[in-house]
């Protein structure tokens, strides 16, 4: 499976990532990854893999960070640990890491 954006979104995606979930793993999910149902306006779903909670302040500086970005789609950001185990298991199954932790 390949992640269905041009490379210069990519790259967005992944300078946002890295300010807002520094050494954080993350994961794309849906349609941008199993490439179903996929139009230009498909909305790229990502996941921040973390144990714990992650703060709001957090979630809402990186959604802001997206909106402005000038993507041409909507870029819909999780919490993990926030997700119901059935779709944790779901998304296993399919998806792609944008980015990958950092070991120290």
Do not use: N
Request: aromatic share 6%; proline share 4%.
């Amino acid at each position: 499976m390949a992640l269905c954006i041009e490379t210069d979104q990519l790259e967005t995606v992944q300078r946002i990532l890295a300010v807002h979930f520094e050494g954080m793993e993350v994961w794309a999910h849906g349609a941008r990854v199993t490439g179903v149902d996929l139009t230009p306006e498909t909305e790229l779903e990502l996941v921040a893999i973390s144990e714990k909670p992650l703060s709001f302040e957090v979630m809402t500086s990186v959604e802001k960070a997206f909106v402005e970005s000038g993507l041409p789609f909507r870029v819909d950001i999780m919490d993990w640990a926030k997700l119901p185990e059935s779709l944790q298991k779901q998304i296993k199954k399919e998806h792609e890491v944008v980015q990958a932790t950092v070991e120290a």
